[in-house]
Nanobody, 123 residues
Framework: QLQASGGGLVQAGGSLRLSCVAS????????MGWFRQAPGKERELVAA????????YYADFGKGRFTISRDDAKNTMYLQMNSLKPEDTAVYYC??????????????????WGQGTQVTVSS
């Protein structure tokens, strides 16, 4: 089970930190990722992290603004989002995958999904 949190309303230029806690049982995964879906748009990958090595991947729109990280001891993944823009407004989802393909950029590669957390950036 994945539980995402940390969304909210923020002004353009502000920051938010999303968290995703994996719980319920011994949770194994190869990688985890953050996705987002804006109204009327397809769900897209924001960033991914390989759990064992900490290797990261970012979509172009997130490079230099977003940072994905994980805390293995807490079974938690984070997404630090800085310099937020109105176009970052979306529901953000966390997901995990057993796939060893890197980067795990496609939605069907993911096995488990969190419930989503709303991020709204006002101009």
């Amino acid at each position: 089970q994945l539980q995402a949190s940390g969304g909210g309303l923020v002004q353009a230029g502000g920051s938010l930190r999303l968290s995703c806690v994996a719980s319920g049982r011994t949770f194994s995964r190869s990688s985890m990722g953050w996705f987002r879906q804006a109204p009327g748009k397809e769900r897209e990958l924001v960033a991914a992290i390989r759990w064992s090595t900490g290797s990261t991947y970012y979509a172009d729109f997130g490079k230099g603004r977003f940072t994905i990280s994980r805390d293995d001891a807490k079974n938690t993944m984070y997404l630090q989002m800085n310099s937020l823009k109105p176009e970052d407004t979306a529901v953000y989802y966390c997901a995990s995958t057993y796939s060893i393909t890197w980067p795990p950029a496609r939605n069907p590669m993911y096995d488990y999904w969190g419930q989503g957390t709303q991020v709204t950036v006002s101009s």
